[in-house]
């Protein structure tokens, strides 16, 4: 049962123009939703995150919306650099006291052509 | 302040042998994450340690076994491998202290195959 779904495996843009990475969960109990992004050979770095008390969150080029009631968030790279070319995990956690493991969707593929 | 480090970085072991993975966390972090990232898909958690206690278990067999240490570094350990075993495995720590929204810094990862 994928929690945790990003639906279109990839995603090219033009440099400059925005890039727009879509995310969908199932579980209503995720209280705090996060985005990586991911190298080849390379651990995912994190990138931007945001509480499901709060619909948006913003930083630099990188903002996160978050719609609750139709479970989606979204991430917007304003404007997409060549170097933004990865993949981009969204991650989603609830903090039931005993851990707080991130669950993962699949990833997204982002081309950004110069 | 240094980030999350694993070794090694790659590993080839044949099916039926034990493996053990390491991970040293960033430093003033005391929670330590495994993940196992398949081909295709994302991480997928494995377990948690929490100040040398495991913290969280995902939906692996037993044959899947950790360790933190007193410094907050871990190894993974698994025995019996499986062809399936062969995946990407991440290690992440994060200042856990429960309640926190601690956001979790990964390492490189180990890439283990399995013939």
């Known amino acids: 049962d994928q929690q945790v779904k990003q639906n279109s495996p990839s995603l090219s843009v033009q440099e400059g123009r925005i890039s727009i990475l879509n995310c969908d969960y199932t579980n209503s109990m995720f209280d705090y939703f996060l985005w990586y992004k991911k190298y080849p050979a390379e651990g995912p770095t994190f990138l931007i995150s945001?509480?499901?008390?709060?619909d948006k969150n913003e930083d630099g080029r990188f903002t996160v919306f978050l719609n609750k009631s139709a479970k989606h968030l979204s991430l917007h790279i304003v404007p997409s650099q060549p170097g933004d070319s990865a993949v981009y995990f969204c991650?989603?956690?609830?903090?039931?006291?005993?851990?707080?493991?991130?669950?993962f969707g699949k990833g997204i593929t982002l081309s950004v052509r110069p | 302040e240094t980030g999350v480090t694993q070794s090694p970085t790659h590993l080839i072991k044949t099916r039926g042998q034990q493996v053990t993975l390491r991970c040293s966390s960033q430093s003033g972090h005391n929670t330590v994450s495994w993940y196992q990232q398949a081909l295709g898909q994302g991480p997928q958690f494995i377990f948690q340690?929490?100040?040398?206690?495991?913290?969280g278990r995902g939906n692996f067999p037993p044959r899947f076994s950790g360790l933190q240490f007193p410094n907050y570094s871990s190894e993974l350990n698994v025995n019996a491998l499986e062809l399936d075993d062969s995946a990407l495995y991440l290690c992440?720590?994060?200042?856990?202290?429960?309640?926190?929204?601690?956001?979790?810094?990964f390492g490189p990862g180990t890439r283990l195959l399995v013939l």
């Open positions: 945001i509480s499901s008390i709060k």
């Open positions: 340690y929490y100040r040398e206690e495991e913290n």
């Open positions: 991650a989603a956690r609830y903090d039931t006291g005993a851990n707080s493991k991130l669950t």
């Open positions: 992440a720590s994060s200042m856990g202290d429960r309640g926190d929204q601690e956001t979790q810094y």
